[in-house]
């Protein structure tokens, strides 16, 4: 089993940044982990993941060029630098660990609570 605790969100005005902190704990070693996020009334959506075998990241359309995910195996902790934040990045953001390099919900195995990132404009 596998503990995420996400944190670094608020409320900010569009244009600030914020970073997202995913510390993990248990069984925590994972190649993959992905960020995703939830508006309300919205189906979860992914954001951006890496792959630490192959050193890859991706991003969805809407946050490349804006967001950057990195992580710290030492302290297995995962990382999403948000900057240009706008209002539609308004959501509650989760990392997971996968099983594989994807975009799909599917492939991440255990969720954290997540944490509420709000943009104003």
């Known amino acids: 089993q596998v503990q995420l605790v996400e944190s670094g969100g608020g409320l900010v005005q569009a244009g600030a940044s914020l970073r997202l902190s995913c510390a993990a704990s248990?069984?925590?070693?994972?190649?993959?982990y992905g960020w995703f996020r939830q508006a309300p009334g919205k189906e979860r959506e992914f954001v951006a993941a890496?792959?630490?075998?192959?050193?890859?990241?991706m991003y969805a359309d809407s946050v490349k060029g804006r967001f950057t995910i990195s992580g710290d195996n030492a302290k297995n902790t995962v990382y999403l630098q948000m900057n240009s934040l706008k209002p539609e990045d308004t959501a509650v953001y989760y990392c997971a660990p996968g099983v594989a390099f994807t975009r799909e919900a599917r492939g991440y195995l255990y969720w954290g609570q997540g944490t509420q990132v709000t943009v104003s404009s």
């Open positions: 248990g069984r925590t070693f994972s190649s993959y």
């Open positions: 890496i792959s630490w075998s192959g050193d890859n990241t």
